[in-house]
């Protein structure tokens, strides 16, 4: 009599509370004539993306589903052992999908295969078959009875994938103001030259001076350094055609005109499926493929968080850490002005401590810090293998922001991190504002070489590697 297969799977997989029983009992098999007594086999099943194997390491728990998040190449190898010796074999691929940000799982379409000796016994599957985006894949394998193996059922198990994601940043940006000039077009003819670069990360951030909003107190009156930037609510259209998700409010424009005007800027943002960051203990959660990024902003003015009150910092960020994957902190900080390119070790001007901020946000577990507010670029830190842009300058602004010497060299940063915050490179695309104050793409080199210099003089060892073209890699 020939053995009787029964299988199980070699994946991780979270059990389903509405999911049938789940161990099978293989039934033996009526026997055409007595050999000898039914041997019941124990087969294995290993589901493998390129050279690794998931599900190695004490995975597959109903609390403890094992974590992916990339695959090493394009086709998932499947493994059943021992194959039926007498010829092929008939196995289906039964599946079912959680999607990011839910808890219901639902089923999928059946994949259907023939398994046949191949001297491994091995089934391959296309990726973007088995594996259509992320989430929480759940899988059994049912495989069908010939004339010489009984038919089984394996166990469920599954993977949740969850594959690098990336995180876009630029710096200081205005949809111009009544004081100094519209942009035409709702102003999204600013970003016309810069589409691609804002509109390719999967969460793209900026820094937002001004308000969005009608009517209302100035905050200043009069004199040289009196500024005051707002505009239309209509005005957020044009950052939401450009590719923003976050906005941050935390800086010293974000009053201009009272806490009302900043309470239409809001509304004009989240509106338009906007998200901001940087008000009082606001924690921003955002769902990217099966990530969780948390948003926290701060700022050196009345009406926000404070970076220099450490206390806070370290609380908002652990918070942060406690609710998400990955935690993004910006910091609106720093010295103004052509002279500010170089990163002070104490107090600037009662604008922030910034090294201290990036520390103490880092160590409360912070795996990006994004700044702003010098208006010029500034060197990048590397701090237990996470990464702090001190300030990549002006981005955009019409009329309202220097746009000549180091104030019109910009950047748009790209940061690649999976969910743990591990961050795998980024990239600096630089950038160089135009006209009014209109951001183009720059391939000259120069400011990135300007980085990569202002980097390693204010950071040392704590700078990381920045090639020619832009990418930064952790030392």
Request: charged share 15%; proline share 7%.
């Amino acid at each position: 009599m020939h053995p009787i297969l029964r299988t199980c799977v070699f994946l991780s997989f979270l059990l389903l509370p509405a999911a049938p029983a789940l161990a099978v009992d293989v039934a033996p098999v009526t026997p055409v004539a007595p050999v000898t007594p039914p041997v019941t086999q124990q087969a294995s099943v290993a589901l493998r993306a390129g050279a690794g194997t998931i599900g190695s390491g004490g995975c597959g728990t109903a609390t403890k589903p094992c974590q992916q998040t990339t695959l090493a190449a394009r086709r998932l190898t499947m493994q059943l052992a021992p194959v039926d010796p007498g010829g092929a074999q008939a196995v289906q691929v039964e599946r079912l999908h959680r999607a990011p940000g839910t808890r219901a799982y639902r089923a999928r379409p059946t994949l259907a295969a023939q398994l046949a000796p191949d001297g491994s016994g091995a089934l391959s599957l296309a990726v973007k078959t088995v594996l259509a985006g992320p989430g929480s894949w759940c899988y059994r394998l049912v495989a069908a009875p010939t004339d010489t193996a009984a038919g089984a059922t394996s166990p469920w198990r599954c993977i949740r994938y969850r594959p690098t994601i990336s995180i876009g940043w630029v710096g200081d940006t205005a949809m111009g103001s009544r004081a100094y000039g519209l942009p035409p077009g709702d102003g999204r003819n600013m970003f016309a030259n810069v589409l691609d670069e804002l509109r390719a990360p999967d969460l793209m951030v900026g820094n937002y001076e001004g308000t969005l909003s009608s009517g209302g107190s100035p905050r200043c009156s009069g004199g040289p350094l009196c500024f005051i930037f707002q505009a239309p609510q209509r005005m957020a259209s044009g950052l939401r055609h450009a590719g923003f998700d976050v906005m941050n409010l935390a800086n010293n424009h974000g009053l201009d005109m009272g806490a009302n005007a900043r309470s239409q800027t809001i509304q004009a943002l989240t509106s338009r499926k906007i998200a901001v960051t940087g008000l009082p203990g606001q924690i921003t959660i955002k769902q990217v493929a099966d990530t969780r990024v948390a948003l926290v902003g701060f700022g050196f003015n009345p009406g926000m968080m404070d970076l220099d009150d450490m206390a806070t910092v370290r609380s908002i960020v652990t918070q942060a850490s406690k609710r998400a994957d990955v935690v993004v902190a910006i910091m609106h900080s720093g010295t103004e002005g052509s002279a500010a390119a170089r990163v002070p070790g104490g107090d600037e001007d009662g604008r922030g401590r910034t090294r201290l901020f990036v520390k103490t946000a880092i160590d409360s577990g912070a795996d990006i810090v994004f700044g702003s507010g010098p208006h010029v670029v500034r060197g990048i830190e590397q701090r237990r293998g996470r990464l702090a842009f001190y300030s990549t300058g002006n981005f955009a602004g019409w009329r309202q922001f220097t746009r000549s010497g180091l104030g019109a060299q910009s950047g748009i940063v790209t940061v690649d991190v999976d969910y743990p915050g591990t961050i795998d490179h980024a990239d600096w695309q630089s950038i160089t504002l135009r006209g009014p104050g209109i951001p183009y793409v720059d391939r000259s080199g120069s400011i990135v070489r300007r980085v990569r210099e202002l980097s390693r003089q204010d950071f040392g060892t704590r700078s990381p590697q920045i090639t020619s073209r832009g990418r930064i890699t952790i030392r």
